[in-house]
């Protein structure tokens, strides 16, 4: 019977739709995490009788047709780049974005990763990096007697040292935009990198045109909405329980057919 392996699939279209939101709870408290949503489509179908074809010698035409459906599959699972909730942390090297961007970050082989988590440290030598000491590019380096460090709207980094009145400016933030941000592939610890469905990254200084401004001392939240997850949990939990009654009434059906003496 083809309604046990339709409702197979869609049991497993389900899991995964579970595995996806279970993926945006786990991640409720993570900087800068953008919640994801899986994408389903129709199988092909098998076509009975086909709309269109002629019925009688007299010409007439099949209306309808008839096609019998084979299931549910996975099209994509997508990231919602919502702006997150940004909250104050009074850290000075927290760096919350408003807008559209992504930090860069230089990765061990010398590639570019992307992120909208901007907390960060400094490393030994003074160069403001990620929480696993990965440098935020074009690279910023505080001096060593640096008291106080203030980061405005558009990416300035100006430091306040001894005996110097003025602020000094040590670096410049850059951040980086792509025409299809739901194509850039997650690689973990909030980290993006670039694909051929992303397209090429367009950089520029915050606050410019296309580009959002930086807001020091506070940071951005997951975009995560709790109560839309677990609601989103329970309808898939019960589809799960709809495509499982399914197999269970076609078995039934089949054992009555069995059972014919």
Avoid at 168 to 194: K, P, S
């Amino acid at each position: 019977m083809r309604s046990m392996n339709i409702a197979a699939t869609g049991m497993l279209a389900q899991q995964l739709n579970v595995e996806v939101i279970s993926n945006n709870i786990a991640n409720l408290n993570t900087t800068g995490f953008k919640r994801q949503r899986a994408e389903f489509q129709d199988l092909i179908y098998q076509t009975l009788r086909r709309a269109g074809a002629t019925s009688t010698d007299a010409g007439t035409i099949v209306p309808a047709g008839v096609q019998i459906g084979v299931g549910v599959k996975a099209a994509a699972v997508y990231r919602i780049n919502e702006q997150g909730n940004v909250i104050k942390t009074d850290n000075a090297l927290d760096v919350a974005i408003q807008g559209r961007g992504l930090f860069q970050v230089r990765m061990p082989d010398g590639t570019t990763a992307y992120t909208r988590a901007g907390s960060f440290q400094l490393s030994p030598t003074g160069e403001i990096v990620t929480a696993d000491g990965l440098v935020i590019e074009p690279g910023i380096t505080l001096p060593e007697d640096t008291i106080a460090i203030t980061i405005n709207a558009s990416g300035e980094v100006l430091a306040e040292v001894p005996g110097q009145q003025a602020l000094q400016t040590v670096g410049q933030f850059e951040l980086a935009t792509f025409a299809n941000e739901a194509g850039l592939e997650n690689i973990g610890d909030n980290l993006l990198v670039e694909t051929a469905a992303s397209g090429t990254p367009q950089t520029g200084a915050p606050g410019a045109l296309g580009f959002g401004k930086l807001q020091q001392g506070f940071v951005e939240t997951s975009n995560v909405n709790v109560v839309a997850e677990i609601t989103n949990l329970i309808t898939a939990q019960r589809a799960y329980e709809m495509n499982s009654k399914v197999i269970q009434v076609s078995d039934e059906m089949s054992r009555t057919l069995t059972n014919f003496r």
